[in-house]
């Protein structure tokens, strides 16, 4: 079973950047699609970001694409979430998230996730 660790959130400004990472523990990480979805209070959890266990494919929200990378390094265990021209409506908490290898990779499928990290903060102030 995989086990995700999130790191670099933080307070930023309107049109800011910022680069979220997560690392994954076991050998077999780069069996696992991955991805990051956010919640905020209140609110269900929603996808954000997925991509493929190979990094060859990936999907995005609606309201982030354009602004947000989503990338993996295998060799690190790591997946990344580049995110750019940041908007308040973007404050959330962020999970990292894994899926199981037998799962087919679509959009539809992306959007439940299997393994989940703790979350990291992100708050965007105008």
């Known amino acids: 079973q995989i086990q995700l660790v999130e790191s670099g959130g933080g307070l930023v400004q309107v049109g800011d950047s910022l680069r979220l990472s997560c690392v994954g523990s076991?050998?077999?990480?780069?069996?696992?699609?991955l991805g990051w979805f956010r919640q905020v209070p209140g609110k269900e959890r929603e996808f954000v970001a997925a991509?493929?266990?190979?990094?060859?494919?990936?999907f995005y929200e609606d309201t982030v694409k354009g602004r947000f990378t989503i990338s993996r390094d295998n060799a690190k265990n790591t997946v990344y979430l580049q995110m750019n021209s940041l908007k308040p409506e973007d404050t959330a908490v962020y999970y990292c998230?894994?899926?199981?290898?037998?799962?087919?990779?679509?959009?539809?499928?992306?959007?439940?996730?299997?393994?989940w990290g703790q979350g990291t903060q992100v708050t965007v102030s105008s």
């Open positions: 076991g050998p077999t990480f780069s069996a696992y699609a």
């Open positions: 991509i493929s266990w190979s990094g060859g494919a990936t």
């Open positions: 998230a894994a899926y199981s290898p037998w799962k087919a990779f679509s959009i539809a499928t992306m959007q439940t996730a299997d393994y």
